[in-house]
């Protein structure tokens, strides 16, 4: 099966001018490949199961954080208005950050206006000219696009290879390093072997810079993150980022660590300096939502029990985190599979390149922590039944 030509593109094409025009050319390639993506626009009158969010505890609906967004745009208003240095910086930033860094166990936590920009504002804050990272194959393209931006020197080693990590530090000549890596994989929902990168780091002089994104609220305790799992919070030389738009169910990526690294970031940081500061009702949720977990921290454990059992309904291993990866190969019966799925009621996620290897798309599914056993078991029946439907097969 193959996914459709928009049907735009089979015009003589928009008049682009001899520039653009390959535009054309390209998106006619992307769609032959079964590569074109076009927005799910979703309706709220007729939701449906959702499992391609990264909305691990179901606190994006939860009536406390939407009270709290609620509140923060009584008292703020819709928008920061500013970059954060200018008039941006809210009394509820500040306590948000003061709660985050708490929660992490570092001394201190700067707040983003989103992940991406928290990695690419802490990546090359902290790596520049002169500089090594050391990271690996299956970093988040916010970190890749950190390190490419900073402009240091970059080796890339395997995923989890911590002996070519100390390889790569070992035969330095720079006088700073920076090895980094996400905590736990974002496409299949596996951990990096933190303890072993940090011994590699700090063996080495090196800094340790740890995506917690797929982490938080999954892992660890009370959902403090793999990194507080290993315990390494508030470790000397250890970098965290995070996001709020995940298991927080709000917006805004996170830095935590010392606080000189918050000054050092404060003064530094492009995406800090130069960007509009996360909007009030996302601050105001993403920290009633820290609250409902502080105040409940077996959220972690209920959404184990669904990962589990949703694994075992659908015939795959049991991922660590909250993410069950099903290949199927090509782009095309991942994308008709997923289509089923919809048809079905159930929404998950379709992972094509250049998100996952060529030969590897596959069938993505996040699990949450709201679902009764009933949903779980109906969820892993849809999937099953559409894989049949479009004869794709689970490698």
């Given at each position: 099966m193959t996914t459709a030509t928009p049907s735009h593109l089979h015009s003589a094409g928009p008049d682009l001018g001899d520039a653009l025009s390959w535009l054309t050319d390209a998106a006619v390639a992307r769609a032959d490949a079964g590569l074109?993506?076009?927005?799910?626009?979703?309706?709220?009158?007729?939701?449906?199961?959702?499992?391609?969010?990264?909305?691990?505890?179901?606190?994006?609906?939860?009536?406390?954080?939407?009270?709290?967004?609620?509140?923060?745009?009584?008292e703020w208003g819709t928008g920061s208005t500013s970059s954060r240095l200018v008039c941006g910086t809210t009394r509820l930033h500040a306590d948000l950050e003061d709660e985050l860094a708490d929660f992490l166990g570092t001394p201190a936590a700067l707040v983003f206006s989103s992940g991406y920009l928290a990695n690419v504002g802490a990546i090359t804050a902290l790596a520049g000219r002169g500089s090594l990272?050391?990271?690996?194959?299956?970093?988040h393209a916010s970190l890749i696009d950190g390190c490419r931006l900073s402009r240091a020197r970059v080796v890339v080693v395997e995923?989890?290879?911590?002996?070519?990590?100390?390889?790569?530090?070992?035969?330095?000549?720079?006088?700073?390093?920076?090895?980094?890596?996400?905590?736990?994989?974002?496409?299949?929902?596996?951990?990096?072997?933190?303890?072993e990168l940090y011994a590699a780091a700090h063996d080495h002089g090196a800094a340790l810079l740890v995506d917690e994104a797929h982490a938080l609220g999954v892992r660890g305790p009370g959902g403090a993150?793999?990194?507080?799992?290993?315990?390494?919070?508030?470790?000397?030389?250890?970098?965290?980022?995070?996001?709020?738009?995940k298991s927080f169910g709000s917006q805004g990526g996170l830095v935590a660590g010392s606080a000189v690294l918050r000054d050092h970031l404060i003064d530094t940081a492009r995406t800090f300096i130069f960007d509009t500061g996360l909007n009030p009702a996302a601050a105001g949720a993403a920290l009633a939502a820290l609250r409902v977990l502080r105040a409940d921290p077996g959220y972690p454990d209920r959404l184990r029990a669904n990962v589990i059992r949703l694994a075992r309904r659908c015939?795959?291993?049991?991922?660590?985190?909250?993410?069950?990866?099903?290949?199927?190969?090509?782009?095309?019966?991942?994308?008709?599979?997923?289509?089923?799925?919809?048809?079905?009621?159930?929404?998950?996620?379709?992972?094509?390149?250049?998100?996952?290897?060529?030969?590897?798309?596959r069938l993505r599914l996040t699990v949450r922590a709201d679902l009764d056993d009933a949903t779980v078991d109906h969820v892993g029946d849809v999937v099953?039944?559409?894989?049949?439907?479009v004869g794709a097969q689970i490698r």
């Open positions: 074109h993506r076009d927005p799910y626009v979703r309706d709220s009158a007729a939701p449906l199961i959702n499992l391609a969010s990264n909305d691990y505890l179901g606190l994006s609906t939860h009536p406390d954080v939407i009270a709290g967004a609620h509140a923060a745009l009584d990272i050391v990271s690996d194959t299956g970093t995923r989890g290879d911590h002996a070519a990590v100390r390889a790569a530090l070992a035969g330095r000549t720079e006088p700073r390093a920076l090895v980094v890596t996400d905590s736990i994989y974002s496409v299949d929902g596996e951990p990096a072997p933190i303890r993150g793999l990194v507080a799992e290993c315990g390494l919070a508030g470790a000397r030389d250890l970098v965290v980022t995070g996001v709020l738009s015939g795959a291993p049991t991922p660590s985190a909250a993410v069950i990866s099903l290949i199927v190969g090509d782009p095309q019966p991942a994308v008709a599979a997923a289509q089923a799925c919809r048809d079905r009621g159930v929404l998950v996620g379709c992972f094509r390149p250049p998100s996952v290897e060529p030969g590897t798309s099953l039944e559409s894989l049949r439907e």
